[in-house]
């Protein structure tokens, strides 16, 4: 029986980062996994939908080409070869991760992975152990009772960034970052699209202004937006289906090809052999703590599998904490509330901390921002004038609450912010922080000028 | 300079400086509100410590 | 005869903002501009030029829409529309200010003005009066004794940027920001273009490493590189020009339609008064203090006309500066080693602080990271693999000295690293930042993690 320091069941990118940073702390490391290197995140997440999504603005030059003084004729997409793109950059990035494991000198245990007592993990019946065993099993696609998935007519993100014929026309049921991603993407490349949205604003979690905004900008793109809806029920028809949507205005039957349901997330804790082990689970995600050590002594969990937001980077951010906290470093546990949350829909939308509703609530009195990108020369220079910048700062002792970004390229731009954030600054620094002309990020600058009554370009 | 606020950077000098945070207290600060900065640090350190 | 508190001599990103500030602070402003306002900034500089780029960019994704998974057919230019859309935006934003003069009380006084003694300034006769006269006219193209601009084969950049024709050959005589922005562009275009830099090195102010990778990208584009060369003599033949160029091998003839001068700048201090006041300059610049007061009491002047690096975004703070310590206000001086600088052309350059051969020279012991943009996920999925980011840091106390990026978008990127090193960051802050997935800024947090032997992706 091999035995190591350190095994990781899964290798999103909570698993695969984890055993790198494991393996380079001098612990002997192996990865569990039943499918393609790399997890949810780089094949079928986060990098196949932006390889799509990097197709869909390119064609939106090609649409908008006269604007720019250029010519073009017949402009088209081929839907197979923007997939095709998608997958072989997913198969890239795969294949890298699979380097990355040899040159960590990472053992990859290709196979079903399950936790035993005892610190063992068993792979189709080969058993190995280890002193640290750090499940990142991920997640998957939700079911709604109301809209099971049949992969033909009602899918999930998987298939959503498969198909092999584009849809006509497509509802998408849920405006979280997943589901407006994909209704930009076809929408761009001509699906007629219809979003279904429960809450009364779209991306939801988002400051209410980024909403609004957003929700224009999709609209004026030709998206249909019912928010206060859901999906009651979806019937198959001889050419697709048709979804009964409840309204606040009753409701109303839409017929489509294909309905996509991005209603969030379901972990992967089913059938890992955590009631072997005794480990402690809390509506189906696992109990952790600060070091993401569950109940049981030797067993921790990371990523999607946990508490938190649902994303990539904290996966990585919590692997790597857990085992630097493993391999005795002094570390730093992470704040959850200076976390970035980008989606790479057009426009983009980027944000850290409060909104300015959560801060209200926090009880804070606020000194709030804001820059349009329409005040921008960047901006007008580059025909990109949609979205703007907001800041929210304490009014007492200048504390940058929260940072809201919406426009062409704010998912590169947020990092100013959270560093800013994490190094305690108050606004005045950011403000006396000499931005370069002519760019995006001056609107960051204008838009604390904006909060301190200062701003130039308004 | 009660309220002091210290920037990574000046924890990492005083740290290998061996300056205690009281004794970082006693530097004036030149910048916003009295912060002190690597360049008021480093002309204390080159003072010979003088506070 | 008019009374003010400010007046400011020129209306560009110096100028203009000036104004504004100070009318914030209660002042009585005005402001004198022979031309339209804006100054270079808006109407001959960083605006129409990336206007131009925009095309530049738009029209290589139409180039390349094939690797996207697109079609087109007959993707062409029409170079008149592209120069025709950058004067409108030039005009557009120009009409900005316009606005924000009005909308801040500012009185804008058209026509040439001088400066005279007792705190006057006269324009085309007529005079004012001020407590506080800034001087910000700004410069203009420089010519070498031997490339004399006569507008026509020999041009500096204002034409370069509103030929009626396109030119089928073109040398750049310097590899500047602007020299390389409009061979990147002519390029594009499809001009057949030749850069010629006096100094080893392209963009000579970068990093090394920056600059040979920018080398690397623009030969890989199409343009001819001669380095260690310079422009001797130009003769005017039938149909274009015929260039002398001496190279370490010896000289040669090169042939072109037109010749772009892109050798720097030369301020605009003759013949305003400076004489008549008595206020001292050196070697072309007017001399001023931390708070930009000249040897006269009552005289100010900011921006290109004075000592410092010619760029909008300093000129701008440092007519902020003048006027927040003119209103009493307490102000910081500008820190001279803290202003990002910005190449717009493809691939984007940014950088700030110090070099790693500066940074060496200055007797650091240094730790240096660096993260090519072929290892980002974001970058492989909008496929912009070209560049990277690159880190220096104080060994001994961890400071970050310096930042140098190359690659799509980094312009927008740079804003991080100059706020992290405003707020007196460590290495350690910035990797512990959590870096949204997946964004190209992530490659900044693994070029730190590269320099602390802690690199993930690599
Ligand atoms: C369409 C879509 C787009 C997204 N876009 C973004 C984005 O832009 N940015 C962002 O930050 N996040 C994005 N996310 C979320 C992101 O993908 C997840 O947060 C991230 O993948 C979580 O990482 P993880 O390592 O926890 O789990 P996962 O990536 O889910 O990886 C878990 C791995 O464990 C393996 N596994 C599970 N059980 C076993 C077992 N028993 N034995 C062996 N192996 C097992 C799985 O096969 C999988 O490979 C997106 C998600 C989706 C669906
Ligand atoms: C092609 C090009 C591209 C550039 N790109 C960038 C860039 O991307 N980013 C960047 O930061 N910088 C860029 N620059 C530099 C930038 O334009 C200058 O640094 C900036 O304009 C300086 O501002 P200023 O206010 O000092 O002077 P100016 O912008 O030169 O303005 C001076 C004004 O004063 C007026 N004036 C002069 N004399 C008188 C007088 N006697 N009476 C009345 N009015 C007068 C002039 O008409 C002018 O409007 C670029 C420059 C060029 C040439």
Redesign the interface.
Request: charged content about 25%; aromatic content about 8%; overall charge positive.
């Given at each position: 029986m091999s035995k190591y320091d350190v095994i990781v069941l899964g290798s999103g990118p909570g698993g695969y980062v984890t055993a790198i940073r494991a393996s380079q702390l001098g612990l002997k490391t192996a990865v569990v996994e039943k499918e393609s290197l790399g997890g949810v995140c780089l094949n079928w997440g986060c990098i196949p939908t932006k390889a799509l999504l990097k197709s869909a603005q390119v064609f939106e030059y090609l649409k908008h080409a006269e604007d720019y003084g250029l010519k073009v004729e017949n402009a088209d997409k081929d839907f197979t070869a923007v997939v095709k793109r998608s997958r072989g950059v997913a198969e890239g990035m795969s294949k890298g991760v699979q380097f990355l494991m040899k040159k960590n000198k990472i053992d990859v245990i290709e196979g079903y992975g399950k936790i035993k007592p005892g610190k063992k993990v068993d792979v189709d019946g080969k058993e190995y152990s280890a002193d640290h065993i750090i499940i990142a099993t991920g997640a998957r696609s939700r079911e709604l009772p109301s809209l099971p998935q049949d992969g033909e007519t009602v899918i999930g993100y998987r298939k959503a960034m498969t198909l092999e014929k584009q849809p006509k026309k497509m509802i998408v049921v849920g405006s979280g970052a997943i589901g407006v991603e994909f209704a930009s993407f076809y929408n761009s490349m001509g699906t007629e699209v219809t979003i279904v949205e429960y809450m009364p604003n779209v991306v939801p979690v988002e400051d209410e202004d980024v909403s609004k905004q957003f929700e224009r900008s999709m609209k004026k793109a030709g998206i249909t937006v019912m928010t206060n809806s859901s999906v009651e029920k979806v019937e198959k028809t001889e050419n697709g289906v048709k979804a009964t949507v409840k309204t606040k205005k009753g409701e109303e039957v839409l017929e489509a090809d294909i309905v996509l349901s991005a209603v969030g997330i379901k972990t992967n804790i089913e059938n890992i052999g955590l009631e072997d082990v005794g480990i402690v689970v809390d509506s189906d995600k696992i109990i952790v703590n600060d070091w993401y050590q569950t109940n049981i002594p030797g067993y921790y969990a990371i990523g999607d599998v946990t508490k938190g937001p649902a994303l990539a980077h904290v996966a990585s951010a919590e692997g790597i904490t857990c085992v630097e906290k493993i391999a005795g470093m002094h570390v730093e546990a992470i704040d959850y509330s200076n976390i970035p949350g980008c989606t790479y829909a057009t426009p983009e939308i980027a944000s850290v901390g409060m909104t300015e509703k959560q801060a209200k609530e926090a009880g804070y009195e606020l000194k709030v921002g804001k820059f349009p990108f329409s005040a921008s020369g960047k901006a007008s220079a580059a025909g990109t004038k949609d979205g703007f910048v907001k800041v929210i700062f304490d009014a007492k002792y200048g504390e940058w609450l929260g940072c809201h970004m919406i426009g062409a390229g704010v998912t590169d731009m947020i990092a100013e912010a959270v560093l800013g954030r994490k190094l305690e600054t108050t606004g005045h620094e950011v403000l006396k922080t000499i931005h370069p002309h002519p760019t995006m990020s001056e609107a960051v600058m204008e838009a604390v000028a904006d909060a301190y009554g200062e701003v130039i370009h308004l | 300079n009660g309220n002091l606020?210290i920037?990574?950077?000046?924890k990492?000098?005083a740290q290998?400086q061996h300056i205690s945070y009281e004794e970082l207290a006693r530097i004036p600060g030149?910048?916003?509100d009295g912060r002190l900065?690597?360049s008021d640090l480093m002309q204390y350190i080159e003072e010979g410590r003088p506070y």
């Open positions: - | 606020f920037s990574p950077l000046i990492s000098i290998q030149t910048g916003k900065r690597k």
